[in-house]
């Protein structure tokens, strides 16, 4: 949920005569089920099976693609075969509920049944605390747990959440809206998704304040916070979004049923509604990355080189 703090913090949701409380609830569907939430930034694989359950939340732009969920391991681990029986943090029957886990695991040959480990629940932070001081071996998280164990010299990445099977792009993490919300109030929904754009545009465009922004409200070190930037912008590709392509979402429902973390298929009609992204005014987003990104940060830059960058240019 980067975008929600630099659109509050660079005033992008008051420029647009927005009054918005940013809050760090993970549980987006069931605040939406609550009425407690109108708007927020949720993992599509949870939103989806929410959905089929009866929660009142929609699609409405695009977040995410992938690259954002790691398989991080101690130092004492040296490939990924020595973490079989193993503590990990993987959650419950992780074969079920967490393709993230199934698409790491094939990559890397692994077993996706937690039968295979000692496996744990917890949340990122706590996985990472537990996995720093020995008492877990390795942890399935989002960043920036992995960029703080390679910054810390805590551990590793062994495994990405990347492209799907078939080679292509699936998606991650959405923009999601209450349904109530995007159907009785079109023009407060649009001018959300547009900040929402706009927050997505300043990370690609404006690194350095962006960093300093995620490692005040994610309380990391400011390196860190570049790592995880260059991580979604540059070395795992331009997957940070707000277009939304239905064909990766469709992928997305096609792999997760094959590997049975969804017991049924959504219908695209009632998930989504990117009726209101067409309106919004948003910009084309891959103009955007070609015309105002690839020629300042392009994607073969190493690290060292896109930070010289990004630190020379001081945005």
């Known amino acids: 949920m980067t975008a929600a703090p630099i659109a509050k913090d660079m005033g992008m949701y008051k420029q647009l005569g927005l009054n918005v409380n940013v809050t ?7 605040a939406m089920a609550a009425g407690k939430m109108d708007v927020g930034y949720v993992g599509v694989e949870g939103l989806m099976q929410a959905h089929i359950k009866g929660a009142p939340a929609i699609i409405a732009a695009n977040n995410h693609l992938g690259g954002a969920v790691y398989l991080v391991a101690g130092n004492h681990i040296k490939n990924p075969q020595d973490l079989i029986g193993k503590k990990v943090a993987l959650g419950i029957d992780p074969e079920k509920t967490s393709s993230s886990w199934v698409n790491i695991a094939m990559k890397l040959k692994l077993p996706v049944e937690g039968k ?47 492209k799907l099977p078939n080679g292509e792009w699936g998606i991650c993490c959405v923009f999601a809206m209450h349904r109530d919300f995007a159907t009785k109030h079109p023009d407060l929904a649009r001018k959300m998704i547009l900040a929402h754009s706009r927050a997505i545009q300043f990370i690609y465009t404006n690194p350095l304040q962006t960093a300093k922004i995620f490692a005040a409200n994610y309380m990391v070190p400011e390196e860190v916070a ?17 277009e939304l392509n239905k064909r990766n979402l469709q992928d997305e429902i096609a792999f997760e049923m094959k590997v049975g973390t969804l ?7 009632e998930l989504v509604n990117d009726k209101l992204l067409k309106e919004s005014g ?29 630190m020379a240019r001081g945005l």
Do not use: H
């Open 116 to 162: 295979n480990y000692q496996t744990f629940k917890m949340t990122d932070k706590d996985e990472y605390l537990a996995m720093k001081t020995g008492k877990l071996d390795g942890m399935v998280t989002c960043d920036p747990w992995g960029s703080m164990a390679e910054y810390e010299k805590t551990g590793r990445i062994l495994g990405i959440e990347e």
């Open 226 to 242: 570049l790592m995880t930037i260059y991580k979604k912008t540059i070395a795992e590709g331009r997957t940070l979004t707000w």
């Open 282 to 310: 948003t910009e084309d987003f891959k103009k955007f990355i070609r015309t105002k990104v690839d020629p300042v940060f392009p994607l073969k830059l190493s690290y060292a080189d896109w930070k010289k960058k990004v």
């Open 263 to 269: 017991a049924s298929a959504p219908k695209m009609n």
């Open 24 to 30: 760090g609830n993970g549980k987006v569907p069931e």
